[in-house]
């Protein structure tokens, strides 16, 4: 089909202000239409060389708690935990710009793009994305794809993620599925929530605290993880990769409530990417199924697909 072109008739100038549309774009082959993207958006590494526009309000370095008591603050006066640059976005002049609502800890929201879109002379059209389950997540996809003219790679990048899971959903059918907690902060502990519930069960593992899809993570207490008791905890704090996850759970070590937890005992707490394949709800959740389904599951030898746009 043909591409959709911007309103003076070149190609679409596209801002990403979330990571996860820009992974969308750029495993769609629309990498070169995005002029400008979030401090967060560093996959593909081709997204880092795009102009940024935004940056974290949060003072730099804080410890875990301190993250959490100043996040909880920033958001009870109102205020963002994102800086936006107006005057680079109106110079960028884009038709097109991507942001979501879902989160205020995760990223600009669409109310501050709305203010900075405004006062422009040539409004871009404002696309959120706000997905709370996977289904959600592969939506997206389909959606984005037709806003800039790619239905077809959209449709067939779909079609991989699908099969991919349901290659995992058969390599564990009918395995004993051990208990797992997902925490997305660790100090406080915060339980996974929106897709993750959902990955965890697909990979073949049990989460003790699930609820209904797309319910979002929530504060927990380790009085509550320890009446879990789970064979498994994966950390997975949001804004970190893999080694800034590890690093976050090292910091547990020694504490009384922590070492407890049958799980750490055992040796069994598994720190993954949270940035790449479990926070940002883009086409590596996949990536992220599958690294659970080989944790929990090894005997299972699963054959998976090499990493969605990498």
Same mark, same amino acid.
Do not use: K
């Given at each position: 089909m043909?591409?959709?072109?911007g ?15 820009t992974?969308i ?10 002029? @400008?993207?979030?401090?967060e958006?560093d996959?593909? &590494?081709?997204?880092?060389?795009r102009?940024? +526009?935004? @940056? ?14 100043a996040?909880? %603050? ?13 005057a ?7 038709? +097109?710009?991507f942001?979501?609502?879902?989160? &205020?800890?995760c990223a ?35 959606h984005v ?5 790619r239905?077809?790679?959209a449709?067939?990048?779909v ?10 959903e ?6 004993p599925?051990?208990?797992v ?14 897709w993750?519930?959902q ?13 209904a899809a ?7 207490s380790w009085?509550e993880?320890a ?11 949001c ?13 547990? %070590?020694?504490?009384?409530?922590w ?11 598994a720190?993954?990417d ?5 926070s ?13 389904a080989?944790?929990?599951h ?13």
């Amino acid at each position: 089909m043909a591409r959709r072109r911007g309103r003076r008739g070149g190609r679409l100038r596209i801002v990403s202000l979330v990571p996860n549309a820009t992974e969308i774009l750029f495993a769609l082959g629309a990498g070169d239409e995005v002029v @400008g993207v979030s401090h967060e958006c560093d996959f593909p &590494p081709a997204a880092r060389e795009r102009p940024v +526009l935004t @940056g974290s309000a949060l003072a730099p370095g804080l410890a875990p708690r301190a993250v959490d008591a100043a996040v909880s %603050a920033q958001l009870a006066t109102g205020a963002s935990l994102y800086t936006l640059d107006e005057a680079r976005l109106a110079a960028l002049d884009p038709d +097109l710009l991507f942001t979501q609502e879902l989160c &205020p800890v995760c990223a600009v929201s669409s109310a501050q793009v709305d203010g900075a879109v405004a006062p422009l002379p040539r409004c871009p059209e404002v696309v959120s994305l706000d997905p709370t389950r996977l289904e959600d997540v592969l939506a997206d996809v389909l959606h984005v794809g037709e806003r800039v003219g790619r239905s077809a790679e959209a449709a067939a990048l779909v079609d991989s993620l699908r099969a991919r899971l349901a290659r995992v959903e058969g390599a564990v059918r009918g395995r004993p599925r051990p208990t797992v907690v997902a925490l997305e902060w660790l100090d406080p502990p915060f339980l996974g929530g929106h897709w993750v519930p959902q990955m965890l069960a697909i990979a073949g593992g049990r989460d003790p605290f699930a609820v209904a899809a797309g319910e979002r993570s929530r504060r927990s207490s380790w009085e509550e993880l320890a009446a879990a008791d789970p064979d498994w905890i994966v950390a997975m704090p949001c804004g970190f990769d893999e080694t800034g996850a590890a690093a976050q759970a090292a910091r547990l %070590a020694g504490l009384p409530e922590w070492e407890s937890l049958r799980a750490v005992r055992a040796g069994r707490i598994a720190a993954v990417d949270a940035n790449g394949c479990f926070s940002r709800p883009g086409p590596r959740l996949v990536d992220g199924v599958e690294t659970l389904a080989r944790l929990f599951h090894p005997e299972a030898l699963l054959d998976c697909a090499p990493p969605a746009g990498g």
